[in-house]
């Protein structure tokens, strides 16, 4: 990393190792580096603790430790209104947001961004596991040298404004070397836990927390062919390829293997299951989705072939995109399991992110194979 001590880095430091490092590796570097806490969610009695006031502290201790400015902005209102609210929104309409993407699209480098150049910042950092690069004037997002915490799948719907206005200073560490440099440089959080999960949500019951927002809408769960087996609390409450927490018991002229769901029907209120981890229910070939983000600002071309992931930890999967006016329709070579509306496509041209988009629909036997004709 050059140094530049007239450059100005303000990194969005969240209390956990990784924001911690960032600080550090940017202040050795030459940088003057200051730090920003972000509260994201306001914590009530209705919502239940968030833990924001103890990664704040620690915040505050690793500032401490290193001798940096710490700031401390509430960005409640807009999470809520740009980030919140759309959760909510598809959990209505059946399907699986992940809302960390739109966070970091419109909260950590948006908002966030305005408010570190507010206070003065030339860039900003955080702790992502993420590399950005440039070739000529375009900023390109490569993964991260660990692939086990890469997080390109979250960020890639970043501009280019974003991407140039930014450093990801662990884009060529491993976690361990993260975690041997904050022990080594004595930081109070060189041994905290990572966090996981939906930061509003926590360690609660999802379930319980989702219905403070969205009432339950109890309804019946059928098998493919329209046999009742039993009853739920609402079908938000699922996802496609869940197996836990469906409450089916034996029932007779089945085998003894376990339910997954396989659809869901808003309208009548009905969750569909099926039997086996690869029932064909769940298969599907194809997807498509709603308009695409190109980190680049364009696509590629109109069609090409790249690879795909369509959730985090999963194993790029080669496909074929074409690229329609407000779409993509998405043909993947190999079968891929509980491709889940609501949940991202993001592709990649080996270690370049291109840009992704969310998926609307598949062909899957109980999705709606004759959208894709």
Known sequence: MKADNSCKVIVG????????????????????????????????????????DIDRKDAVAVCGKLGITFHARSFAAAYWDQVFTNFLDEYRHGRTPNPDVLCNREIKFATFLDAAKSLGADKIATGHYARITQRGNSYQLARAADPAKDQTY????????????????????????????????????HAKKDSTGICFIGKRDFRHFLAQYIPARPGEIHTPDGRCIGTHQGVMYYTLGQRAGLGIGGLAGTNDQPWYVVGKDIASRVLVVAQGHDNHWLVSHRLRTDAPHWIAGQAPARQFHCAAKTRHRQIDQRCQVQCRDDHLDIHFERPQRAVTPGQSVVLYDGEVCLGGAVITATDAAYGDPASFI
């Open 13 to 52: 430091m969240s209390g956990g190792v990784d924001s911690s490092i960032a600080a550090l590796m940017l202040q050795r570097a030459g940088y003057t580096v200051e730090a920003l806490f972000m509260r994201n969610w306001e914590e009530n009695e209705r919502q239940g603790p968030c833990h924001a």
């Open 154 to 189: 979250f960020l890639h719907s970043l501009s280019q404004i974003q991407l140039a206005s930014t450093f990801f200073p662990l884009g060529d560490l491993k976690k361990t070397q993260v975690r041997s440099m904050a022990r080594a440089a004595a930081l109070p959080t």
